[in-house]
């Protein structure tokens, strides 16, 4: 018997079978398939690193289905898995053992788009030992030991003294983490974690599953403590990159433009004033949104040093002119110049094992610096680092200011604010996978600014409920007791917030861990030991 061919529309809440009209309307769920962001991918990548896991990597089939249907390279038609949810009343599949039907069309907007939901669901995944991350990250799961999970599913994190847990750390062994059809699996070799993975994701232990390509970036491990204890890994998207440059120039060539120059910096530190070219429109406009975005997903995943640059020219969509075409050739030209530039990742497991890790986040704001709007513009970068070298880079944010700032302070207090939103999520990711409090810290070099937090109230700046929805209260709350000072130079969210010079530049982007090799370890542990010593709290 033929299996009819549906097709599942509106997010899938409905079924048409082939030939006839609407079926029954069929309930949401709330076991669903979560993604991971790229931030909570490093952190989980960095953590394993740290606590020594070992790494697999599984791609649930049926990810094809999220695109449209390509006839031309499947003639034959989509076939896919489908929830029992789904299927067709009186379909032959209920009499099969493993059915797939014929689909019309895309999936998008399903997220159990062919997989097998029996297989990856987050309640299967839960039945084999996974306990969800389901107040900080559902895409998350901690694979819980037996003899351990009653009490660690019943009781709060933050409840569990993990010093007084039997095995500690071991009493987690494995770390899943999923980005749509993407498994990345981190477990002890030879644990029960260990053979729940291949059991609950069916991998076979012949083949080849170590972290190869993830979010759209290659992954390469350079040595795994064999140098020092140090595990070095990195991320790149130099093929990307490079077809990216090959699309500007053909576009350039088009529009008579010369070919895209190497380039020092992503932004020019010292543009020129105001004048006739902020009044012509660009001849990039009719590609500005597809290229712009096109930068936007490097500098998300792999390049966190050109954000601010893709940032600012993604406010102009509405009214491109020919400075942002400028900006644009000016950027490509830095992408061209480093394009063999990879994020690195510098673990010690020493920095666990002796608790000197310290999530550090940088916060800084510039002062009017857009010149249309004279707002300012937020910056963070988050980094957790080690006593011992540990450099991972969690998380990078540039974002305009919605009001104008009347002051330094105002525009540097809603910038921690910015950071600390951005910072908290990940550092309670953090502390729940390492399992233990970790240290961590904001990064400003306005002292005013400091004070502000550290007093929890300030005449001059009340307004800022109102015109910035800030609270100072909750700033003092979650911020003050964590912010210190440090110099303007050893501020490394100023790469976030305006163009610099080529030296300062080359500075910051090294201390974010990104270049065409990695940082000497031995510079790194004196930047990190320096800042330790050199900054300092801010009291009221």
Known sequence: MQVPSVRLVGGGN???K???????????????????????????????????????????DGAYLQTPRNVQRRPQGLFARLPREFWPEGSAAFN???PVFPVDGNLYGMPEAGFDFQIFSRTSLQDQGYSCYKD???????????????HYENLPEE????????????????ILSQYVDDFVNLYKPGSNAENALNESLQL???EDHSLKRLLGQDWENVYEFEKDGFSVFCANQTKYIEQLILTVNEISSKLGYRAIKDQSTPALDKDHAFGEIDEKPGLFAPHAKSLVQSILFIARCTRLDCLFAVVRLSRFFTKWTLRQDQWLLRLMGYLQRTKDYKLWFIVNPKDLDEKTLCFDNFV?????????????????????NGQSGTCIPIGAHAKRQGQVGLSTPESEVLATVVGAKRSIRHHMLLCRMLKYSVKHRYLGDNSPSGHILAAGLSAQLAYMKRTQGVSLAWAHDNCSQFFEHVGSDENTADIMNKPLDSVKFAKHRASMNIGARPEDVSTQIRRIVQLRKTSLKVRD
């Open 14 to 16: 409905n079924i048409l």
């Open 18 to 60: 082939k030939g006839t009209g609407r079926a029954s309307k069929v309930t949401g769920r709330q076991d669903v398939i979560e993604t991971s962001s790229p931030e909570s991918v490093r952190c989980v990548l960095g953590v394993g690193k740290l606590r020594q896991l070992k790494c697999k990597q599984e791609d649930a």
């Open 96 to 98: 099969m053992k493993d």
């Open 136 to 150: 900080i990250d559902t895409s998350i799961y901690d694979f819980v030991e037996k003899e351990f999970r009653e």
């Open 159 to 174: 409840d569990i003294d993990w010093s007084t847990v039997p095995g500690g750390l071991d009493a987690t062994p494995g």
């Open 204 to 206: 076979k232990p012949d």
């Open 364 to 384: 800084d704001a510039d002062l009017a610096g857009d010149f249309t709007t004279r707002r300012s513009t937020s910056g963070w970068v988050g980094l957790l």
